[in-house]
């Protein structure tokens, strides 16, 4: 395994540790809000405290980028972190949330470890070292488009004023899809696009640290990652489409009329 794959993979097992042990203390927890519909507990602050901790001791010259610590993108490599991917759910104690760490160098994604506490399942990926889940290499299996494909998704639930676009998006892949899942943890749905489970995923708004190492294991198990032009600025409008080459295609003709002014590509 890459040496930083594998400290990452220390790193998101020891936060996973952390979340599962507060998971039946949920009624004792301090939550916060940070905006609609978006919170934070104290358990994302200590579990990417742990993650921070361990990538910094072992890589003190890169930088960090955590979704709760924030951070600026100032080194050669570039950590970025979101502890707990679902903190609606997990507050919830609804099964579905994840730890993801992503690796930039020189602004193009080079690792990925996305890790389920509660399944105990682990993703890695490596640029140029191909996807493995749970020690298996993947490689995604082409679909000629999203007809009776099963499809994720994210609602855009704090951004209000993209509503009215999302749900023709959504209502024209309906019509054509075999059916849709919507989770409410994007870096599991695009590591379960990684490894088969689903056969595509869209969203509006996401974060860096939402996408990166799922984006890297879609890429490393010959899937096709980009934003809703079909180009590759994802990371930086937060819209994200994925899948094999012939479906992601087909989502981005199906989404592209829906775009309106304030959903960049």
């Not at 395994?1 to 998101?12: D, E, L, S």
């Given at each position: 395994?890459?040496?930083?794959?594998?400290?990452?993979?220390?790193?998101?097992r020891s936060a996973g540790?952390?979340?599962?042990?507060?998971?039946?203390?949920?009624?004792?927890?301090?939550?916060?809000?940070?905006?609609?519909?978006?919170?934070?507990?104290?358990?994302?602050?200590?579990?990417?405290?742990?993650?921070?901790?361990?990538?910094?001791?072992?890589?003190?010259?890169?930088?960090?980028?955590?979704?709760?610590?924030?951070?600026?993108?100032?080194?050669?490599?570039?950590?970025?972190?979101?502890?707990?991917?679902?903190?609606?759910?997990?507050?919830?104690?609804?099964?579905?949330?994840?730890?993801?760490?992503?690796?930039?160098?020189?602004g193009a994604l080079e690792?990925?470890?996305?890790?389920?506490?509660?399944?105990?399942?682990?993703?890695?990926?490596?640029?140029?070292?191909?996807?493995?889940?749970?020690?298996?290499?993947?490689?995604?299996?082409?679909?000629?488009?999203?007809?009776?494909?099963?499809?994720?998704?994210?609602?855009?639930?704090?951004?209000?004023?993209?509503?009215?676009?999302?749900?023709?998006?959504?209502?024209?892949?309906?019509?054509?899809?075999?059916?849709?899942?919507?989770a409410g943890a994007a870096?599991?749905?695009?590591?379960?696009?990684?490894?088969?489970?689903?056969?595509?995923?869209?969203?509006?708004?996401?974060?860096?640290?939402?996408?990166?190492?799922?984006?890297?294991?879609?890429?490393?198990?010959?899937?096709?990652?980009?934003?809703?032009?079909?180009?590759?600025?994802?990371?930086?409008?937060?819209?994200?489409?994925?899948?094999?080459?012939?479906?992601?295609?087909?989502?981005?003709?199906?989404?592209?009329?829906?775009?309106?002014?304030?959903?960049?590509?």
């Open positions: 395994m890459h040496p930083m794959v594998n400290i990452a993979v220390r790193a998101a540790n952390v979340i599962v042990r507060h998971m039946d203390r949920l009624d004792r927890l301090t939550v916060e809000s940070k905006g609609e519909n978006d919170f934070v507990s104290e358990v994302d602050r200590m579990a990417e405290a742990e993650i921070r901790a361990i990538l910094l001791q072992a890589y003190p010259d890169h930088a960090f980028v955590g979704e709760e610590s924030g951070g600026t993108e100032d080194a050669e490599y570039v950590w970025l972190v979101d502890p707990l991917d679902g903190t609606t759910n997990f507050l919830r104690g609804f099964p579905q949330f994840a730890v993801s760490i992503a690796l930039k160098h020189r690792a990925g470890v996305i890790y389920d506490p509660v399944r105990q399942e682990l993703w890695t990926a490596n640029r140029g070292g191909g996807c493995i889940f749970e020690g298996r290499r993947m490689r995604m299996t082409p679909r000629p488009g999203i007809d009776n494909a099963l499809l994720g998704t994210g609602f855009p639930l704090r951004l209000r004023e993209y509503h009215t676009a999302y749900l023709g998006m959504f209502g024209d892949v309906f019509e054509r899809a075999g059916d849709l899942r919507r870096a599991l749905d695009l590591a379960y696009v990684a490894c088969g489970r689903l056969d595509g995923f869209w969203e509006i708004g996401l974060q860096p640290w939402d996408m990166g190492a799922g984006a890297l294991m879609i890429r490393e198990a010959g899937g096709i990652v980009g934003d809703f032009a079909g180009g590759d600025r994802y990371l930086e409008t937060g819209n994200i489409i994925a899948g094999s080459p012939k479906l992601f295609a087909d989502l981005v003709r199906t989404i592209g009329p829906h775009r309106v002014e304030g959903i960049r590509a």
